[in-house]
Every structure is written in structure tokens, then in C-alpha cells.
């Protein structure tokens, strides 16, 4: 499965040369506010500055899987981080958004792959303290949240190339949550809580994407960049059957798994994609997929309105 997916990969690129030079798996641009600090005197703007960075290099520096990546091959993530709260010196609490894109084949565009926000984004950092990590072991909040995202990302990326083919990294970031969840005998940190009303954060992201019942989502998540966007320019009806499959398929999920974290993340995601996708399909198929949007991502309802034309 990984060989498919790298080849699948090589060919999204139209570089004339593919350099031999290996590279580790993930291209992520941190972004990091901390304006809202300005006014604490627990705020330390050396730290802050350093922190930037040292996130920066957790992402990028480190291999994170046993595949052999090109430079050009990278994921392209973002993680904007916006630091509201320093109760403490060196104490932090913020939000955070990861983005993870991936190209389309024959094209200049990158899609969104998932759209995440992160409301927990609390954590103790310190200048110089240098950061392990290590799979088996809890060692601080910070680290343990980059490493599931790091993972997050790749799970996301490879399902998109091979069917489940994120499964492993779906493995490694339950057991980072696993950890996450043990460290504390009177509860879970708050990103990581499985029994408190917030069913949006990291334990329940990664809890959606291990559930069976998730499994067709992934498998048309699949369907949906191989067999639509990468073939859009060639077939674009069938593309917009793919399409369509997936909305069905992600409202019967949405029946037994409602208010999913992993499925309101897709559609923050593809929302105007898919809206894009759907104008110029029959008028029948844009009634059923007017119908279905509104109903799974009623935020968006005057975007979707617009099939409706």
C-alpha cells in the first residue's frame, strides 16, 4: 500500500527532474499569534519567539514514517496557533487550526484534505527545554499534541491516495491520545477528554476516524480524490457521481454518528469544493445535493442555496 501511494504521489508532480535527495514526510508553516498576551506579565516574548520555531522543527525535522519522501513530496500543512492566555510563566492557553492539503492530479490546485480547530491548545513551555518524544511514553502536553497531529496528517494524506491507507498513523495517534488519557488519575488534560460535553477535540477526532462505522466515509474520502478530483478534467460526470456517492454514504454515516467532529471537519473542509464540483450537474442531482449539504452542514446553507439556481 505505501508503494502505491508513493507512486500516486510522484505522479501528482510535472517536475522534470525527480531529486534523489530524501526528505522527511511533512512541509508544515507555523503560524503563531500571541497579540492577545501583549497585556499579561506572565508573557515572555523571547520564549514566544523561540517557541516558533521549535514547534517549527518538531514538524519538519523529524521522520515520521518509514517511507522514503522526496522534497517535492511533502505534505503541506499549516498549523495557526493563536496563544490567548498566560495564567503563568510559561504556562499557555490557546487554539489552534490544522490544515492539510494535498495537490490534484494534472492541476495547479491544492485541496483541502481537513480542516481541524483545535480549542485546547494548553501547554508549559519553557526556552531551551529541548523536546523528546518517544511512542511509548506521556512526556508533555506539547509534544504529545504536535505528535498527533503529526500523525493526523498522515493518516488524512494517505487515506486520500489508497484505500484506509491511513490506518497505521490512525494506530499511533490513538495511542498518543491513549497516553494522553492515562496521565492523570483525576482526568484527561481537556484536548484529550472523552467524557466531558466538548465532543470536538483531538480524542474525538481521532476516535471518528477509528470507528467502523466510519469506514465507508474513509473508503468515499478515497473515491472522492482518486476517482473524482484526479480525474475531474477527463470525466468530469463521473467525477460529480463520485461526488455524490460520498454525500450519500456521508449521510447515512452521519445517522449513526451524529454531530461527528471528523465529518463537520470535512465539510469545513470541501464545503465550497464540493459546491463548486455540483453547479454544473443535472438539476436533479443538485436538488438531492442541496438537500443533503443543508442537512449535514447547516451553517453553510446559503453557499449550498446556489445550486439551487
Not at 500543512?77 to 496563544?83: T, V
Not at 498527533?148 to 498522515?154: E, G, S
Not at 468530469?236 to 467532529?261: D, H, Y
Request: charged residues 20%; contains cysteine; hydrophobic residues 35%.
Amino acid at each position: 500500500m505505501k508503494v502505491i501511494k508513493k507512486g500516486i504521489r510522484l505522479l501528482l508532480f510535472s517536475f522534470g527532474l525527480v531529486l534523489s535527495t530524501q526528505a522527511q514526510e511533512l512541509n508544515c508553516v507555523v503560524t503563531l499569534n500571541y497579540n492577545q498576551l501583549f497585556t499579561q506579565q506572565n508573557t515572555d516574548n523571547a520564549s514566544l519567539n523561540q517557541l516558533k520555531n521549535v514547534i517549527t522543527d518538531f514538524m519538519n525535522a523529524r521522520r515520521w514514517t518509514n517511507d522514503n519522501f522526496n522534497p517535492e513530496e511533502r505534505i503541506n500543512c499549516k498549523l495557526n496557533i493563536n496563544l490567548i492566555r498566560s495564567p503563568a510563566q510559561g504556562v499557555y492557553e490557546g487554539t489552534t487550526q490544522l490544515i492539510v492539503t494535498r495537490p490534484v492530479y494534472g492541476t495547479n490546485y491544492e485541496t483541502i484534505l481537513l480542516n481541524f480547530i483545535d480549542r485546547n491548545f494548553n501547554f508549559n513551555y519553557l526556552p531551551n527545554n529541548p523536546m523528546y518524544y518517544n511512542e511509548n511514553t506521556y512526556s508533555d502536553e506539547l509534544t504529545q499534541t504536535l505528535a498527533f497531529y503529526a500523525y493526523i496528517i498522515l493518516a488524512v494524506d494517505y487515506d486520500s491516495f489508497s484505500k484506509l491507507g491511513g490506518n497505521n498513523y490512525l494506530q499511533r495517534a490513538q495511542q498518543v491520545a491513549n497516553l494522553a488519557l492515562g496521565v492523570n488519575p483525576g482526568g484527561a488534560p481537556a484536548g484529550w477528554n472523552a467524557t466531558g460535553n466538548d465532543r470536538r477535540n483531538r480524542f474525538w477526532l481521532v476516535d471518528n476516524l477509528n470507528n467502523q462505522l466510519m469506514l465507508p466515509v474513509r473508503e468515499g474520502v478515497y473515491s472522492y480524490h482518486r476517482l473524482a478530483l484526479d480525474t475531474f478534467t477527463e470525466n468530469p460526470i463521473g467525477a460529480r457521481t463520485q461526488v455524490m456517492n460520498l454525500l450519500t454514504t456521508l449521510q447515512q454515516t452521519n445517522r449513526v454518528l451524529p454531530g461527528s467532529v471528523y465529518i463537520n471537519s470535512f465539510f469545513d473542509a470541501k464545503g465550497e469544493e464540493i459546491n463548486k464540483i455540483l453547479l454544473e450537474a443535472s438539476k436533479e442531482d443538485r436538488q438531492k445535493a442541496f438537500n443533503m449539504l443543508s442537512q449535514l452542514d447547516p451553517s453553510k446553507t446559503e453557499l449550498y442555496r446556489k445550486l439551487l439556481r
